[in-house]
């Protein structure tokens, strides 16, 4: 059974960093690439950007605009979202998402597996 379990979302002021995590199990976590996506309340979800098995990342570049890095630890099959300089515009349940082989871009359609969500509001 594949779970993923984000973690570290909360409440912060505008500026501010987060450090979201998630922790994948029942998978070979090496063979998936790894998004993060968000969706604000009354919007759809969008994404926010991926990492491939070997660490190469592609971002949302309109959103993100250098504030957000993506990273993973595959020895603890867990993959990362650091946010930095936090905005309001940030505010969201941020997912990750697990898609296998070499798919996993910017459509939410292309994953296979997807984590409950964890709640990220910025305060200004």
């Known amino acids: 059974q594949v779970q993923l379990v984000e973690s570290g979302g909360g409440l912060v002021q505008a500026g501010a960093s987060l450090r979201l995590s998630c922790a994948a199990s029942?998978?070979?976590?090496?063979?998936?690439?790894m998004g993060w996506f968000r969706q604000a309340p009354g919007k759809e979800r969008r994404f926010v950007g991926v990492i491939s098995w070997s660490g190469r990342t592609t971002y949302d570049a309109d959103s993100v605009k250098g504030r957000f890095t993506i990273s993973r630890d595959n020895a603890k099959n867990t993959v990362y979202l650091q946010m930095n300089s936090l905005k309001p515009e940030d505010t969201a349940v941020y997912y990750c998402?697990?898609?296998?082989?070499?798919?996993?871009?910017?459509?939410?359609?292309?994953?296979?597996?997807w984590g409950q969500g964890t709640q990220v509001t910025v305060s200004s």
């Open positions: 029942g998978l070979t976590f090496l063979t998936y690439n």
């Open positions: 998402a697990a898609s296998h082989g070499g798919r996993g871009g910017s459509s939410d359609v292309s994953y296979d597996f």
